[in-house]
Nanobody, 127 residues
Framework: QVQLVESGGGLVQAGGSLRLSCTVS????????MGWFRQAPGKEREFVSA????????YYADSVKGRFTFSRDNAKSTVSLQMNSLEPEDTAVYYC????????????????????WGQGTQVTVSS
């Protein structure tokens, strides 16, 4: 059984920064594409970012491009999302997720390939 545990959420003022982390246990971490999604109240869960198993390729939603950076450490089975220049619109519960490799890049922008999910961590950005 694969388990994902997020940490690092909190309350921050607009323009500030937060760093989310996700630790994976239970399977060979390096075999997974890892993703971050977020869900604001009353809205659908949306894609934020994804990273290939080798960390050679990262993908970002247009809304966070240039502000967020996704990284992974396969030796520690951990991924991190550095979030800078935060805006009130970034307020949401952020979820870490793991997907099998082998799909086309655009597929990882959807929820469908992600088999395992964390419990979520709240990020609140005040104006």
């Amino acid at each position: 059984q694969v388990q994902l545990v997020e940490s690092g959420g909190g309350l921050v003022q607009a323009g500030g920064s937060l760093r989310l982390s996700c630790t994976v246990s239970g399977r060979t971490f390096s075999r997974y594409v890892m993703g971050w999604f977020r869900q604001a109240p009353g809205k659908e869960r949306e894609f934020v970012s994804a990273i290939s198993w080798s960390a050679g390729t990262t993908y970002y939603a247009d809304s966070v491009k240039g502000r967020f950076t996704f990284s992974r450490d396969n030796a520690k089975s951990t991924v991190s999302l550095q979030m800078n220049s935060l805006e009130p619109e970034d307020t949401a519960v952020y979820y870490c997720a793991a997907a099998e490799t082998g799909y086309g890049a655009t597929y990882y922008y959807t929820r469908r390939p992600y088999k395992y999910w964390g419990q979520g961590t709240q990020v609140t950005v005040s104006s």
